[in-house]
């Protein structure tokens, strides 16, 4: 029993910045890695950004540059901060936690739209 809620989203213009926060709560000891998906309409969920529990980080290429994953182990949360949007970027972000089992949020909408 883990529960992940995101925040942060919204509607900004190109080249503007949005910080997503993804915080877990439950019965959490340790959390192996964390990261972000996203999902467009019409297009298949990717992997945008992950974070070990060591602190290596991965990246896609399309965010690279623009996109910073980060995570406060003390909170539980893992951030996604990022810079330079593009209308490209609208989508659904999720949030995951790896602990002994994969767990998921319920999805946060970004836009970014002039």
């Known amino acids: 029993q883990v529960h992940l809620v995101e925040s942060g989203g919204g509607l900004v213009q190109p080249g503007g910045s949005l910080r997503l926060s993804c915080a877990a709560s439950g019965s959490i000891f340790s959390i192996n890695d964390m990261g972000w998906y996203r999902q467009a309409p019409g297009k298949e969920r990717e992997l945008v950004a992950s974070?070990?529990?060591?602190?290596?980080?991965n990246s896609a290429d399309s965010v690279k540059g623009r996109f910073t994953i980060s995570r406060d182990n003390a909170k539980n949360t893992v951030y996604l901060q990022m810079n330079n949007l593009k209308p490209e970027d609208t989508a659904v972000y999720y949030c995951?936690?790896?602990?002994?089992?994969?767990?998921w949020g319920q999805g946060i909408q970004v836009t970014v739209s002039s």
């Open positions: 974070i070990t529990s060591g602190g290596s980080t």
């Open positions: 995951y936690a790896r602990i002994r089992y994969h767990y």
